[in-house]
């Protein structure tokens, strides 16, 4: 398992900053079109592409604490596919038993990725 824990993020800014390099690229011709954009080339031009492929992927499990039910703009990308447990406890707070029981309710989703089940 590995968690991820970013300070100072922003997930519109990673996206916004993205673009940019890309547009720049295509701008002075290193991609030949925007035909040439698509999600693998997004994902390499996000912050979080620096930490090593082989260790992070997207996130399957997002544990959101404080009674919050929203992301607060956090691995917006990233999240697309992410299952989120809301918790109604501080960070400081979350304890072993948090953690064991939100894997529990983890294990009981089904997973669909986007698709549906027929």
Sequence with gaps: MDM???LNYSGRYDITEATKQIARKVKDGVLGSVEDIDETLIEKHLQTNVIEESSFRNPDLLIRTSGELRLSNFMLW????????FVDKLFPDFNEADLVEALTLFQKRQRRYGGHKY
Excluded: M, R
């Design 78 to 85: 990233q999240s697309a596919y992410t299952e989120l447990i």
């Design 4 to 6: 991820v824990t970013a």
